[in-house]
Protein backbone atom coordinates (compact mmCIF):
# COMPACT_ATOMS: atom_id res chain seq x y z
CA UNK A 1 0.00 0.00 0.00
CA UNK A 2 1.38 3.94 -0.82
CA UNK A 3 2.66 5.28 2.65
CA UNK A 4 0.20 8.24 3.26
CA UNK A 5 3.25 10.68 2.88
CA UNK A 6 3.85 9.51 -0.61
CA UNK A 7 0.53 9.76 -1.50
CA UNK A 8 0.03 13.76 0.21
CA UNK A 9 3.17 14.69 -1.91
CA UNK A 10 1.89 13.54 -4.86
CA UNK A 11 -1.95 14.69 -4.46
CA UNK A 12 -0.12 18.08 -3.88
CA UNK A 13 1.84 18.21 -7.12
CA UNK A 14 -1.23 17.11 -8.79
CA UNK A 15 -3.30 19.59 -7.51
CA UNK A 16 -0.66 22.38 -9.26
CA UNK A 17 -2.65 21.32 -12.58
CA UNK A 18 -6.00 22.09 -11.79
CA UNK A 19 -7.67 25.99 -11.37
CA UNK A 20 -10.41 27.85 -10.61
CA UNK A 21 -12.84 30.30 -12.22
CA UNK A 22 -14.89 33.16 -11.54
CA UNK A 23 -18.17 34.54 -13.69
CA UNK A 24 -21.82 36.65 -12.35
CA UNK A 25 -24.39 35.37 -10.75
CA UNK A 26 -27.84 34.15 -12.16
CA UNK A 27 -30.59 33.92 -10.58
CA UNK A 28 -33.82 31.99 -12.38
CA UNK A 29 -37.89 31.56 -12.00
CA UNK A 30 -39.53 29.76 -9.47
CA UNK A 31 -42.58 27.78 -10.18
CA UNK A 32 -44.90 27.29 -7.07
CA UNK A 33 -44.17 23.69 -4.97
CA UNK A 34 -46.94 21.29 -3.45
CA UNK A 35 -47.74 21.91 0.19
CA UNK A 36 -45.99 19.48 2.63
CA UNK A 37 -47.97 17.66 6.00
CA UNK A 38 -46.21 18.57 8.94
CA UNK A 39 -43.37 16.17 10.19
CA UNK A 40 -44.03 16.15 13.84
CA UNK A 41 -43.86 12.87 16.17
CA UNK A 42 -47.11 11.95 16.84
CA UNK A 43 -46.78 9.57 19.86
CA UNK A 44 -46.03 11.93 22.44
CA UNK A 45 -46.93 15.29 24.41
CA UNK A 46 -45.03 17.86 26.57
CA UNK A 47 -46.21 19.06 29.49
CA UNK A 48 -47.53 22.61 30.15
CA UNK A 49 -44.70 24.90 29.10
CA UNK A 50 -44.32 28.23 30.29
CA UNK A 51 -44.15 30.63 27.38
CA UNK A 52 -40.77 31.94 26.99
CA UNK A 53 -39.55 35.74 26.57
CA UNK A 54 -41.98 37.58 23.47
CA UNK A 55 -38.55 38.01 20.69
CA UNK A 56 -39.20 39.74 17.79
CA UNK A 57 -39.88 37.55 14.82
CA UNK A 58 -37.95 37.73 11.89
CA UNK A 59 -39.82 39.77 9.49
CA UNK A 60 -39.55 37.83 5.37
CA UNK A 61 -42.90 39.04 4.24
CA UNK A 62 -40.92 41.44 1.08
CA UNK A 63 -39.23 39.15 -1.48
CA UNK A 64 -35.40 38.83 -0.81
CA UNK A 65 -35.63 39.87 2.66
CA UNK A 66 -33.07 38.58 4.95
CA UNK A 67 -33.44 38.57 8.67
CA UNK A 68 -29.51 38.65 10.76
CA UNK A 69 -29.38 37.27 14.23
CA UNK A 70 -26.91 36.65 16.80
CA UNK A 71 -26.84 33.96 20.05
CA UNK A 72 -24.54 33.20 22.85
CA UNK A 73 -23.60 30.11 23.58
CA UNK A 74 -24.02 27.87 26.35
CA UNK A 75 -20.28 25.76 26.81
CA UNK A 76 -21.65 22.73 28.17
CA UNK A 77 -19.31 19.44 29.10
CA UNK A 78 -21.00 15.96 28.30
CA UNK A 79 -18.95 14.18 30.87
CA UNK A 80 -21.57 15.96 33.61
CA UNK A 81 -24.71 14.16 32.66
CA UNK A 82 -25.18 11.79 35.40
CA UNK A 83 -25.74 9.12 34.49
CA UNK A 84 -24.23 9.20 31.20
CA UNK A 85 -26.54 6.56 29.52
CA UNK A 86 -30.57 7.64 30.52
CA UNK A 87 -32.53 5.06 28.62
CA UNK A 88 -36.25 6.09 28.22
CA UNK A 89 -38.99 4.71 30.65
CA UNK A 90 -40.54 1.45 29.50
CA UNK A 91 -43.95 3.06 30.36
CA UNK A 92 -43.83 5.34 28.10
CA UNK A 93 -43.47 3.34 25.03
CA UNK A 94 -46.12 3.53 22.34
CA UNK A 95 -48.34 5.95 23.98
CA UNK A 96 -51.29 7.20 21.69
CA UNK A 97 -52.08 10.75 22.19
CA UNK A 98 -53.22 13.14 19.09
CA UNK A 99 -50.41 15.36 17.51
CA UNK A 100 -49.54 18.48 19.47
CA UNK A 101 -48.09 21.13 17.18
CA UNK A 102 -50.33 23.84 15.81
CA UNK A 103 -52.67 23.22 12.60
CA UNK A 104 -50.78 22.95 9.76
CA UNK A 105 -52.06 22.43 5.79
CA UNK A 106 -52.39 19.02 4.27
CA UNK A 107 -49.84 18.23 1.56
CA UNK A 108 -50.91 18.36 -1.91
CA UNK A 109 -48.93 16.63 -4.43
CA UNK A 110 -45.96 18.31 -6.74
CA UNK A 111 -47.68 20.47 -10.14
CA UNK A 112 -47.36 18.55 -12.88
CA UNK A 113 -44.47 19.33 -14.91
CA UNK A 114 -44.13 19.75 -18.81
CA UNK A 115 -42.93 16.34 -20.16
CA UNK A 116 -39.90 15.40 -21.43
CA UNK A 117 -38.38 12.48 -23.03
CA UNK A 118 -35.78 11.23 -20.45
CA UNK A 119 -36.08 7.83 -19.34
CA UNK A 120 -34.49 6.66 -16.28
CA UNK A 121 -30.86 5.03 -17.50
CA UNK A 122 -30.85 2.14 -15.44
CA UNK A 123 -31.73 -0.14 -11.91
CA UNK A 124 -30.82 -3.01 -10.10
CA UNK A 125 -27.98 -5.70 -11.05
CA UNK A 126 -27.32 -9.13 -10.11
CA UNK A 127 -24.29 -9.03 -9.19
CA UNK A 128 -23.47 -8.15 -5.24
CA UNK A 129 -21.70 -4.80 -4.83
CA UNK A 130 -21.45 -4.65 -1.01
CA UNK A 131 -19.25 -6.16 1.35
CA UNK A 132 -21.05 -5.79 4.78
CA UNK A 133 -19.16 -4.37 8.08
CA UNK A 134 -19.70 -3.40 11.92
CA UNK A 135 -23.25 -3.92 13.33
CA UNK A 136 -25.10 -3.12 16.33
CA UNK A 137 -28.41 -1.85 17.41
CA UNK A 138 -28.92 1.97 18.06
CA UNK A 139 -31.54 3.51 20.07
CA UNK A 140 -34.72 1.85 20.66
CA UNK A 141 -38.09 3.42 21.45
CA UNK A 142 -38.54 6.34 23.86
CA UNK A 143 -42.01 6.93 23.38
CA UNK A 144 -42.23 8.93 19.90
CA UNK A 145 -42.77 7.80 16.64
CA UNK A 146 -41.37 8.16 14.32
CA UNK A 147 -37.57 8.27 15.07
CA UNK A 148 -36.04 10.19 12.24
CA UNK A 149 -32.65 8.60 12.70
CA UNK A 150 -29.89 10.17 11.64
CA UNK A 151 -26.05 9.41 11.99
CA UNK A 152 -22.68 11.31 12.67
CA UNK A 153 -19.54 9.33 12.24
CA UNK A 154 -15.64 10.71 13.31
CA UNK A 155 -12.70 9.03 13.42
CA UNK A 156 -13.43 7.04 16.87
CA UNK A 157 -17.29 7.90 17.48
CA UNK A 158 -20.76 7.61 16.29
CA UNK A 159 -23.18 9.68 17.24
CA UNK A 160 -27.13 8.99 16.42
CA UNK A 161 -30.06 10.90 16.73
CA UNK A 162 -33.59 9.78 17.40
CA UNK A 163 -37.27 11.90 18.33
CA UNK A 164 -36.52 12.75 21.42
CA UNK A 165 -32.52 11.08 22.08
CA UNK A 166 -29.11 11.64 21.60
CA UNK A 167 -26.51 8.35 21.92
CA UNK A 168 -22.85 7.73 21.30
CA UNK A 169 -21.60 5.04 20.29
CA UNK A 170 -17.66 3.61 19.75
CA UNK A 171 -17.40 1.68 16.30
CA UNK A 172 -17.75 -1.70 18.16
CA UNK A 173 -21.32 -0.69 19.05
CA UNK A 174 -20.58 0.32 22.67
CA UNK A 175 -22.90 2.62 23.96
CA UNK A 176 -20.94 5.05 26.38
CA UNK A 177 -23.60 8.00 26.61
CA UNK A 178 -27.49 8.67 25.82
CA UNK A 179 -29.38 11.10 27.51
CA UNK A 180 -33.23 12.55 25.84
CA UNK A 181 -32.58 15.80 23.69
CA UNK A 182 -34.84 18.02 26.00
CA UNK A 183 -35.71 18.88 29.92
CA UNK A 184 -36.75 15.34 30.18
CA UNK A 185 -32.46 14.24 30.68
CA UNK A 186 -30.49 14.64 33.56
CA UNK A 187 -30.14 17.25 32.30
CA UNK A 188 -31.36 17.31 28.68
CA UNK A 189 -28.68 17.63 26.19
CA UNK A 190 -30.30 21.12 25.22
CA UNK A 191 -31.72 21.77 28.24
CA UNK A 192 -28.44 23.65 29.40
CA UNK A 193 -29.93 26.73 26.43
CA UNK A 194 -33.66 26.60 27.90
CA UNK A 195 -35.35 23.48 26.01
CA UNK A 196 -38.16 22.34 27.08
CA UNK A 197 -39.88 18.78 26.92
CA UNK A 198 -40.22 18.81 23.44
CA UNK A 199 -37.81 19.24 20.78
CA UNK A 200 -38.30 17.34 17.39
CA UNK A 201 -36.92 16.12 14.15
CA UNK A 202 -33.26 15.81 15.27
CA UNK A 203 -30.40 15.30 12.84
CA UNK A 204 -26.90 15.58 12.99
CA UNK A 205 -23.52 15.31 11.02
CA UNK A 206 -19.83 15.24 11.48
CA UNK A 207 -17.90 18.03 9.65
CA UNK A 208 -14.96 16.71 8.25
CA UNK A 209 -13.48 20.15 7.55
CA UNK A 210 -13.57 21.36 11.31
CA UNK A 211 -13.53 17.74 12.40
CA UNK A 212 -16.71 18.22 14.97
CA UNK A 213 -19.83 16.52 15.50
CA UNK A 214 -22.83 19.01 15.00
CA UNK A 215 -26.87 18.19 16.08
CA UNK A 216 -29.72 19.84 15.49
CA UNK A 217 -33.58 19.98 16.90
CA UNK A 218 -36.40 21.98 16.62
CA UNK A 219 -38.83 23.22 19.36
CA UNK A 220 -42.39 24.61 18.88
CA UNK A 221 -44.66 25.86 21.66
CA UNK A 222 -47.80 27.31 21.72
CA UNK A 223 -48.47 29.92 19.23
CA UNK A 224 -45.77 32.23 20.52
CA UNK A 225 -42.34 29.90 20.10
CA UNK A 226 -40.21 28.43 18.00
CA UNK A 227 -36.51 27.86 18.36
CA UNK A 228 -33.88 26.02 15.98
CA UNK A 229 -31.47 24.41 18.66
CA UNK A 230 -27.70 22.94 17.81
CA UNK A 231 -24.49 22.90 19.36
CA UNK A 232 -21.16 21.57 18.34
CA UNK A 233 -18.65 19.88 19.86
CA UNK A 234 -15.22 21.01 20.56
CA UNK A 235 -13.54 18.19 18.59
CA UNK A 236 -13.72 15.15 17.27
CA UNK A 237 -14.87 13.25 20.17
CA UNK A 238 -18.43 13.75 21.23
CA UNK A 239 -17.59 13.58 24.89
CA UNK A 240 -16.50 16.42 26.79
CA UNK A 241 -17.12 20.34 26.04
CA UNK A 242 -20.26 21.33 23.61
CA UNK A 243 -20.90 24.46 22.15
CA UNK A 244 -24.56 24.98 22.21
CA UNK A 245 -26.88 27.65 20.65
CA UNK A 246 -30.49 28.41 21.02
CA UNK A 247 -31.43 30.45 18.59
CA UNK A 248 -35.49 32.16 17.84
CA UNK A 249 -36.73 31.49 14.70
CA UNK A 250 -40.36 32.52 14.39
CA UNK A 251 -41.25 34.00 10.99
CA UNK A 252 -43.17 36.81 10.21
CA UNK A 253 -44.61 37.20 6.51
CA UNK A 254 -47.49 40.03 6.73
CA UNK A 255 -49.21 39.51 9.89
CA UNK A 256 -48.82 35.48 10.22
CA UNK A 257 -45.84 33.96 12.04
CA UNK A 258 -44.87 30.30 11.36
CA UNK A 259 -42.70 27.61 12.74
CA UNK A 260 -39.98 25.11 11.08
CA UNK A 261 -41.17 21.75 10.47
CA UNK A 262 -38.97 18.91 8.55
CA UNK A 263 -35.12 20.48 8.48
CA UNK A 264 -32.50 20.27 6.00
CA UNK A 265 -28.87 20.52 7.53
CA UNK A 266 -26.19 20.71 5.64
CA UNK A 267 -22.55 22.17 5.67
CA UNK A 268 -19.69 23.45 3.59
CA UNK A 269 -16.08 25.55 4.38
CA UNK A 270 -18.26 28.26 5.36
CA UNK A 271 -21.34 27.78 7.34
CA UNK A 272 -24.17 25.56 8.54
CA UNK A 273 -27.38 25.29 6.79
CA UNK A 274 -30.62 25.13 7.81
CA UNK A 275 -34.33 24.73 6.15
CA UNK A 276 -37.26 24.10 7.26
CA UNK A 277 -41.38 24.00 5.85
CA UNK A 278 -42.95 27.12 7.92
CA UNK A 279 -46.47 26.66 8.78
CA UNK A 280 -48.66 28.96 10.51
CA UNK A 281 -47.95 29.43 14.07
CA UNK A 282 -50.48 31.84 15.18
CA UNK A 283 -53.07 30.78 12.45
CA UNK A 284 -53.20 28.27 9.93
CA UNK A 285 -51.12 29.23 6.92
CA UNK A 286 -48.32 28.13 4.63
CA UNK A 287 -45.20 30.70 3.98
CA UNK A 288 -42.81 28.18 1.92
CA UNK A 289 -39.63 27.01 3.08
CA UNK A 290 -37.23 28.78 5.56
CA UNK A 291 -32.88 28.94 4.69
CA UNK A 292 -30.79 29.88 7.72
CA UNK A 293 -27.28 29.83 7.39
CA UNK A 294 -25.07 30.26 10.37
CA UNK A 295 -21.55 31.54 10.41
CA UNK A 296 -18.65 28.72 11.12
CA UNK A 297 -15.83 30.48 11.74
CA UNK A 298 -17.10 31.54 15.02
CA UNK A 299 -19.16 28.69 16.49
CA UNK A 300 -16.62 26.00 16.11
CA UNK A 301 -14.44 27.98 18.62
CA UNK A 302 -17.42 28.71 20.74
CA UNK A 303 -18.36 32.69 19.90
CA UNK A 304 -20.88 34.05 19.03
CA UNK A 305 -23.57 32.32 16.52
CA UNK A 306 -24.17 35.16 13.72
CA UNK A 307 -26.57 33.89 11.21
CA UNK A 308 -28.83 35.03 8.65
CA UNK A 309 -32.10 34.02 7.35
CA UNK A 310 -34.16 33.65 4.45
CA UNK A 311 -37.37 32.62 2.44
CA UNK A 312 -38.69 31.36 -0.20
CA UNK A 313 -42.55 30.86 -0.15
CA UNK A 314 -42.93 28.73 -3.77
CA UNK A 315 -40.33 25.97 -2.20
CA UNK A 316 -41.15 23.19 -0.24
CA UNK A 317 -39.33 20.51 1.66
CA UNK A 318 -35.68 21.51 0.62
CA UNK A 319 -33.07 19.60 1.84
CA UNK A 320 -29.41 21.40 2.71
CA UNK A 321 -26.43 19.68 0.93
CA UNK A 322 -23.36 17.93 2.79
CA UNK A 323 -20.30 19.36 0.62
CA UNK A 324 -17.00 17.86 -0.13
CA UNK A 325 -14.32 19.82 -1.58
CA UNK A 326 -14.86 23.52 -3.10
CA UNK A 327 -18.30 24.45 -4.14
CA UNK A 328 -19.31 27.56 -5.68
CA UNK A 329 -22.36 27.90 -3.32
CA UNK A 330 -24.24 26.25 -1.25
CA UNK A 331 -26.54 23.56 -2.98
CA UNK A 332 -30.13 22.71 -1.63
CA UNK A 333 -32.62 20.18 -2.96
CA UNK A 334 -36.00 19.66 -3.52
CA UNK A 335 -38.86 18.65 -6.04
CA UNK A 336 -40.20 21.22 -8.08
CA UNK A 337 -42.50 19.21 -10.34
CA UNK A 338 -43.47 15.81 -11.58
CA UNK A 339 -40.17 16.03 -14.08
CA UNK A 340 -38.12 18.49 -12.42
CA UNK A 341 -36.22 19.10 -9.33
CA UNK A 342 -35.32 22.68 -7.80
CA UNK A 343 -32.00 23.49 -6.92
CA UNK A 344 -31.22 26.97 -4.58
CA UNK A 345 -28.08 28.47 -3.74
CA UNK A 346 -26.90 31.14 -1.57
CA UNK A 347 -24.51 32.99 -2.91
CA UNK A 348 -21.93 34.94 -0.01
CA UNK A 349 -23.74 33.06 3.02
CA UNK A 350 -22.16 34.96 5.82
CA UNK A 351 -21.72 38.20 4.03
CA UNK A 352 -24.13 39.51 1.62
CA UNK A 353 -26.66 36.14 1.73
CA UNK A 354 -28.63 36.11 -1.73
CA UNK A 355 -31.31 33.38 -2.55
CA UNK A 356 -31.40 31.64 -6.07
CA UNK A 357 -32.66 29.30 -7.54
CA UNK A 358 -32.70 27.00 -11.16
CA UNK A 359 -34.30 23.87 -12.15
CA UNK A 360 -33.17 20.40 -13.72
CA UNK A 361 -35.37 18.31 -15.82
CA UNK A 362 -35.30 14.68 -14.31
CA UNK A 363 -37.19 11.28 -15.65
CA UNK A 364 -41.04 11.96 -14.99
CA UNK A 365 -41.78 10.36 -11.71
CA UNK A 366 -45.53 10.19 -9.46
CA UNK A 367 -45.74 10.10 -5.84
CA UNK A 368 -45.54 6.80 -3.49
CA UNK A 369 -48.48 5.01 -1.76
CA UNK A 370 -48.14 3.06 1.44
CA UNK A 371 -46.03 0.05 0.98
CA UNK A 372 -46.84 -3.38 2.22
CA UNK A 373 -45.28 -5.29 4.66
CA UNK A 374 -45.41 -8.67 6.44
CA UNK A 375 -48.62 -9.51 8.61
CA UNK A 376 -50.95 -6.92 7.13
CA UNK A 377 -49.05 -4.04 7.98
CA UNK A 378 -48.19 -1.24 5.75
CA UNK A 379 -45.60 1.79 5.45
CA UNK A 380 -46.85 5.48 5.12
CA UNK A 381 -44.11 6.87 2.75
CA UNK A 382 -45.51 10.44 2.98
CA UNK A 383 -44.83 11.67 -0.32
CA UNK A 384 -42.63 12.23 -2.93
CA UNK A 385 -40.33 14.94 -1.44
CA UNK A 386 -36.00 14.62 -1.49
CA UNK A 387 -34.68 12.61 1.38
CA UNK A 388 -31.31 13.71 1.11
CA UNK A 389 -28.33 15.33 -1.06
CA UNK A 390 -24.94 15.32 -0.70
CA UNK A 391 -22.32 16.79 -3.02
CA UNK A 392 -18.62 16.38 -3.81
CA UNK A 393 -16.29 17.66 -6.61
CA UNK A 394 -18.87 19.12 -9.15
CA UNK A 395 -21.42 16.14 -8.45
CA UNK A 396 -24.97 16.70 -6.64
CA UNK A 397 -26.47 13.45 -5.37
CA UNK A 398 -29.95 13.32 -4.58
CA UNK A 399 -32.81 10.61 -3.67
CA UNK A 400 -36.29 9.81 -2.66
CA UNK A 401 -39.13 7.17 -3.42
CA UNK A 402 -41.63 7.30 -5.86
CA UNK A 403 -44.05 4.90 -7.36
CA UNK A 404 -43.10 2.96 -10.46
CA UNK A 405 -44.35 -0.44 -12.07
CA UNK A 406 -46.86 -1.09 -9.48
CA UNK A 407 -44.00 -0.75 -6.36
CA UNK A 408 -42.64 1.79 -4.35
CA UNK A 409 -38.71 2.27 -5.27
CA UNK A 410 -36.12 4.59 -4.05
CA UNK A 411 -35.14 7.16 -7.32
CA UNK A 412 -31.62 8.64 -7.23
CA UNK A 413 -30.32 11.20 -9.46
CA UNK A 414 -27.03 12.20 -9.85
CA UNK A 415 -26.01 16.25 -11.50
CA UNK A 416 -23.10 18.25 -12.22
CA UNK A 417 -23.28 21.86 -11.17
CA UNK A 418 -20.60 22.78 -13.45
CA UNK A 419 -20.11 26.67 -12.48
CA UNK A 420 -23.57 27.34 -11.34
CA UNK A 421 -24.90 30.04 -10.06
CA UNK A 422 -21.61 31.53 -11.00
CA UNK A 423 -22.40 31.18 -14.38
CA UNK A 424 -23.58 28.14 -16.85
CA UNK A 425 -26.47 25.67 -15.46
CA UNK A 426 -27.32 22.27 -13.64
CA UNK A 427 -27.37 19.54 -15.68
CA UNK A 428 -28.74 15.62 -15.02
CA UNK A 429 -25.75 13.09 -16.06
CA UNK A 430 -27.38 9.67 -14.58
CA UNK A 431 -30.69 8.42 -12.75
CA UNK A 432 -31.53 5.30 -11.61
CA UNK A 433 -34.96 3.26 -9.98
CA UNK A 434 -33.82 0.82 -6.98
CA UNK A 435 -36.50 -1.62 -5.42
CA UNK A 436 -36.18 -4.28 -2.79
CA UNK A 437 -35.97 -7.11 -5.24
CA UNK A 438 -38.63 -9.52 -6.01
CA UNK A 439 -41.77 -8.25 -5.02
CA UNK A 440 -40.12 -5.92 -2.36
CA UNK A 441 -40.81 -2.26 -2.03
CA UNK A 442 -37.94 0.22 -1.45
CA UNK A 443 -38.79 3.54 0.73
CA UNK A 444 -37.11 6.24 2.59
CA UNK A 445 -33.78 6.21 0.70
CA UNK A 446 -30.53 8.34 1.49
CA UNK A 447 -27.45 7.95 -0.69
CA UNK A 448 -23.65 9.36 -0.25
CA UNK A 449 -20.52 9.12 -2.16
CA UNK A 450 -16.71 8.72 -1.37
CA UNK A 451 -13.55 9.52 -2.38
CA UNK A 452 -13.15 7.15 -5.03
CA UNK A 453 -16.38 7.68 -6.68
CA UNK A 454 -18.11 4.89 -5.56
CA UNK A 455 -21.88 5.72 -3.93
CA UNK A 456 -23.79 3.51 -1.01
CA UNK A 457 -27.54 3.91 -0.81
CA UNK A 458 -29.58 2.78 2.43
CA UNK A 459 -33.03 2.34 2.12
CA UNK A 460 -36.13 0.45 4.05
CA UNK A 461 -37.62 -2.86 1.90
CA UNK A 462 -40.57 -4.92 2.92
CA UNK A 463 -43.54 -6.46 0.77
CA UNK A 464 -46.85 -8.36 1.69
CA UNK A 465 -45.02 -11.48 2.69
CA UNK A 466 -41.97 -9.66 3.76
CA UNK A 467 -40.78 -7.95 6.83
CA UNK A 468 -39.30 -4.68 7.18
CA UNK A 469 -35.08 -5.01 6.29
CA UNK A 470 -32.78 -2.25 6.75
CA UNK A 471 -30.87 -2.78 3.26
CA UNK A 472 -28.04 -1.11 1.25
CA UNK A 473 -26.96 -1.53 -2.25
CA UNK A 474 -24.11 0.43 -4.32
CA UNK A 475 -22.20 1.31 -7.75
CA UNK A 476 -18.71 1.06 -8.79
CA UNK A 477 -17.88 3.97 -10.71
CA UNK A 478 -17.22 1.51 -14.12
CA UNK A 479 -20.96 0.21 -13.37
CA UNK A 480 -23.02 1.23 -16.34
CA UNK A 481 -25.19 4.91 -15.86
CA UNK A 482 -27.98 4.41 -13.48
CA UNK A 483 -27.38 1.21 -12.26
CA UNK A 484 -26.78 -0.06 -8.98
CA UNK A 485 -25.42 -3.51 -7.36
CA UNK A 486 -28.05 -6.44 -6.32
CA UNK A 487 -30.07 -4.66 -2.51
CA UNK A 488 -28.96 -6.53 0.24
CA UNK A 489 -30.19 -7.00 3.55
CA UNK A 490 -28.44 -5.84 6.56
CA UNK A 491 -30.98 -6.53 9.53
CA UNK A 492 -34.65 -8.22 9.15
CA UNK A 493 -37.27 -7.08 11.53
CA UNK A 494 -37.77 -9.90 14.28
CA UNK A 495 -41.77 -9.08 14.51
CA UNK A 496 -43.91 -7.58 12.15
CA UNK A 497 -44.72 -4.11 11.97
CA UNK A 498 -45.36 -0.23 9.79
CA UNK A 499 -47.61 2.36 9.95
CA UNK A 500 -45.89 5.65 10.20
CA UNK A 501 -42.49 4.94 9.47
CA UNK A 502 -38.92 6.90 9.60
CA UNK A 503 -39.39 9.87 7.47
CA UNK A 504 -35.96 9.60 6.79
CA UNK A 505 -33.09 6.82 7.10
CA UNK A 506 -29.50 8.23 6.67
CA UNK A 507 -26.12 8.06 5.39
CA UNK A 508 -22.56 8.94 6.52
CA UNK A 509 -18.73 8.30 5.03
CA UNK A 510 -16.14 7.31 7.51
CA UNK A 511 -13.54 10.06 8.04
CA UNK A 512 -10.67 7.59 8.47
CA UNK A 513 -10.61 6.48 5.25
CA UNK A 514 -13.26 8.45 2.96
CA UNK A 515 -14.25 4.82 1.46
CA UNK A 516 -16.28 3.05 4.30
CA UNK A 517 -20.12 3.97 4.56
CA UNK A 518 -22.00 3.93 7.58
CA UNK A 519 -25.88 3.84 7.62
CA UNK A 520 -28.58 3.83 10.18
CA UNK A 521 -32.36 2.73 9.67
CA UNK A 522 -35.65 1.98 11.69
CA UNK A 523 -36.94 -1.77 11.72
CA UNK A 524 -40.08 -2.67 14.01
CA UNK A 525 -39.31 -4.66 17.91
CA UNK A 526 -40.71 -6.12 20.65
CA UNK A 527 -42.45 -2.67 22.34
CA UNK A 528 -42.15 -0.63 19.13
CA UNK A 529 -39.29 0.52 17.22
CA UNK A 530 -35.19 0.15 16.88
CA UNK A 531 -32.73 1.24 14.64
CA UNK A 532 -29.98 -1.07 13.27
CA UNK A 533 -26.53 0.85 12.77
CA UNK A 534 -24.18 -0.77 10.06
CA UNK A 535 -20.84 -0.27 7.99
CA UNK A 536 -20.18 -1.63 4.92
CA UNK A 537 -17.69 -1.14 1.61
CA UNK A 538 -18.33 -1.28 -2.05
CA UNK A 539 -16.38 -4.15 -3.43
CA UNK A 540 -13.77 -2.34 -5.59
CA UNK A 541 -13.36 -3.43 -8.93
CA UNK A 542 -10.14 -3.06 -10.99
CA UNK A 543 -11.23 -0.42 -13.36
CA UNK A 544 -8.20 1.94 -12.17
CA UNK A 545 -5.51 -0.86 -13.49
CA UNK A 546 -5.41 1.29 -16.74
CA UNK A 547 -2.14 -0.33 -17.80
CA UNK A 548 -3.42 -3.86 -17.49
CA UNK A 549 -0.71 -5.43 -15.87
CA UNK A 550 -2.58 -6.64 -12.73
CA UNK A 551 -2.01 -3.79 -10.23
CA UNK A 552 -3.10 -0.62 -9.19
CA UNK A 553 0.13 1.63 -8.79
CA UNK A 554 1.84 4.40 -9.60
CA UNK A 555 2.10 3.43 -13.18
CA UNK A 556 -1.25 3.85 -13.60
CA UNK A 557 -1.21 7.64 -12.05
CA UNK A 558 1.07 8.64 -14.70
CA UNK A 559 -1.14 6.88 -17.00
CA UNK A 560 -3.66 9.25 -16.13
CA UNK A 561 -1.73 12.41 -16.12
CA UNK A 562 -0.64 11.59 -19.73
CA UNK A 563 -4.32 11.59 -20.54
CA UNK A 564 -5.44 14.63 -18.09
CA UNK A 565 -8.59 16.30 -19.92
CA UNK A 566 -11.60 16.45 -20.96
CA UNK A 567 -13.48 12.75 -22.98
CA UNK A 568 -13.61 13.49 -26.42
CA UNK A 569 -17.40 14.31 -27.76
CA UNK A 570 -19.61 12.97 -27.27
CA UNK A 571 -19.41 11.54 -23.56
CA UNK A 572 -20.57 9.02 -22.57
CA UNK A 573 -19.43 6.71 -23.33
CA UNK A 574 -16.26 7.76 -20.84
CA UNK A 575 -13.17 7.99 -22.25
CA UNK A 576 -9.93 5.69 -20.25
CA UNK A 577 -8.74 7.18 -17.02
CA UNK A 578 -12.05 8.84 -16.32
CA UNK A 579 -13.28 6.27 -13.45
CA UNK A 580 -15.54 9.00 -12.27
CA UNK A 581 -17.41 8.74 -15.39
CA UNK A 582 -17.55 12.86 -15.22
CA UNK A 583 -16.57 13.20 -18.69
CA UNK A 584 -13.47 14.72 -17.26
CA UNK A 585 -9.69 12.48 -16.14
CA UNK A 586 -8.90 14.85 -13.50
CA UNK A 587 -7.81 14.84 -10.07
CA UNK A 588 -10.92 13.11 -8.93
CA UNK A 589 -9.74 10.09 -11.00
CA UNK A 590 -6.26 9.94 -8.89
CA UNK A 591 -8.08 9.59 -6.04
CA UNK A 592 -10.27 7.08 -7.71
CA UNK A 593 -7.03 5.14 -8.11
CA UNK A 594 -5.61 5.67 -4.56
CA UNK A 595 -8.66 4.15 -3.22
CA UNK A 596 -8.34 0.98 -5.72
CA UNK A 597 -4.46 0.91 -4.62
CA UNK A 598 -2.82 -2.89 -4.83
CA UNK A 599 -3.11 -6.80 -7.16
CA UNK A 600 -6.39 -6.73 -8.60
CA UNK A 601 -8.89 -8.86 -7.00
Avoid at 419 to 441: E, Y
Wanted: aromatic fraction near 10%.
Amino acid sequence: MLNQLTILLLCCAILTLTGCSGSTVLSSAQPTAGVPIAMSPVNGRPSAVTPGPALPPDDLTEPGAVAWGHTEPSIIDTRIFSPQIQLPDPSDKQRAVKEILPAHTRPGPPPVGEPNDLEVMGGVLTENRITPGMQFPGIGATGWTPPDPTIAVGPDHIVATVNMDIAFYTKDGTSTFQVNLGSPGNPGFFEPVGAGDFTFDPKCFYDHIAQRFVVLALETYGTTESWITFAVSDDNDPHGTWYKYRTHAVIQVGNTTYWWDYPGFGYDDDAYYITGNLFGLNSGGWAGVGFRAVDKASVINGGTASYATLRDGDAASVQAVQHFGVNTAPFFVSVNNSTSLRIHAITNPTTNPNLVSTTVSVPSHSGPFSAPAAGGYTISTIDARIMNAHWRYGKLYATHHISAAGKVVARWYEMDTGNWPNSGSISLTQSGNVDGGGDKHAYFPAIYSNATGEVGLVIGTSSASDRIAVSVTGRRPSDDPGTMGAVQDLHIAPVNGGGRWGDYYDIAIDPNDDDTFWVVGEFPASGGWSNWIESFNVDSDCSGDITGNGIVNIDDIFAVLGLWGSCPDPCPPYCTGDLTQDCMVNIDDVFAILGMWGPCP
